[in-house]
Structures are given as C-alpha cells and as structure tokens.
C-alpha cells in the first residue's frame, strides 16, 4: 500500500512572504499550476489514490480538488479534517516574515519558525483572528482552539488524526492521499520515520511534489520517495 503526502502549492501569502498558519488564503496562480503538475505527475506514474484527507484549509482543499481533477478521480471520497490544519501561528499570522525580523530580529524569529517546541506570541481571545470566532471551529472545545502553537503541539495533534483516520483508512483502502502543509506533514513524516525533533525540523517538504511512501502490511515504510517531474 502507498501514503501519498502532498504539501499544497504556493498560497497568495506564501507570494507575498506573510505569516498564514490558521488563516484561510488561497493557492496563486503557481499554486494551481503546482497542484495540477503534481496530478498529472502521478496520473503518469499509476500512483492513484483510492481515498483521500485534507485540511480545513482551501489552499489544502484546492490543492486535492484540482491534484483530482488531472487524475480524473474527482469522485474520490475526500474526509477533511481540522487536525491537519497548519501549524497556528498566533499573533504573527497575517504579518510581513521580513517586517517581523526587522522588528524582532532575525534570531527571535527563526526561533519561533524552526524550534521545535517554542511558540509564537499568543493571540488575544478578543482577536478577530482566534479560531472562536470561525464557523468551521464551532464544534470544538476551549481547550482544542489553539490561540498559538509550537511544532510539538502541531504533532501531537496530527498523531490522533493519523492514528484514528489515515492509518484505518490505508489498511481498508490500499493507497491514500493527504493534502495537507507543511508542518502537519512534517509530523507524519515524524512518526513514520521515525524523525527526533532536532531532524524533523529542518526537514523541509517542497510544495506541489508528491511524496510517496510504500508502506508493509503493518503501515511501517519499505522506502520514500518523491515523485520527478
């Protein structure tokens, strides 16, 4: 059985080097081109997905639906799952990456990107940007509504979903698809490869070029690899 991972392609914020996280943008141009290079590209390797997961995110959500479309499977069933949202970047989101170093320095801010267990500034629970005040959050609990996150709480939530949906669905579907970003799929590639958290966090995961990973009978990875163009 196969898990494909694909990291969405280029968003708008991603064009214009701001701070997304948990905020709703959508792919660009390139993004869309991305995402429809990665169908064809697995369309031309055989490598179809009989079931798919994504994010509540449309940049995730786009990226599956036009990824489907060039591989004409877009009557997949496609579960879409907050627990594979990006990483929440509190009070940064939304914010200029290079006017946030200016301000805070270079140091600080790789410190809030790339350690594995430090978290940006908190958003205020009056913010317009916490998650309370989004329809799609209604369901969830006080305690589930992230106002900021480190990588290491990004993964633990990403572990219930794997562990409750994706894994299930592999071993009932064959070959699955996740659409998701960056650090959530940092954190599957955590557990499937057994990452420690000093390496999982320079790894770095390319937008719109699908990852594959053939798994055995007991989800354990025979080998990975991404796909060339």
Known sequence: MKLILLRHGQSEWNLENRFTGWTDV????KGRQEAAAAGRLLLEQKILPA???TSY???????MQIALA???RDWLPVVKDWHLNERHYGALQGLNKADTAAKYGDEQVHIWRRSYDVTPPALDRDDKRHPRFDPRYAALTEDELPATESLQTTIAR???CWEELIAPALRHYGDVMVTAHGN????????LKHLTPEEVVTLEIPTGRPWIFELDSRLTP???YFLEP
């Open 158 to 160: 990403v572990r219930s």
């Open 51 to 53: 079931y798919c997961f």
């Open 222 to 224: 025979v080998k990975d």
């Open 184 to 191: 959530s799929l940092r954190g599957l590639a955590m557990m």
């Open 57 to 63: 995110l449309k940049r995730a959500i786009h990226t």
């Open 70 to 72: 060039a591989m004409d």
């Open 26 to 29: 959508d792919l660009s141009d």
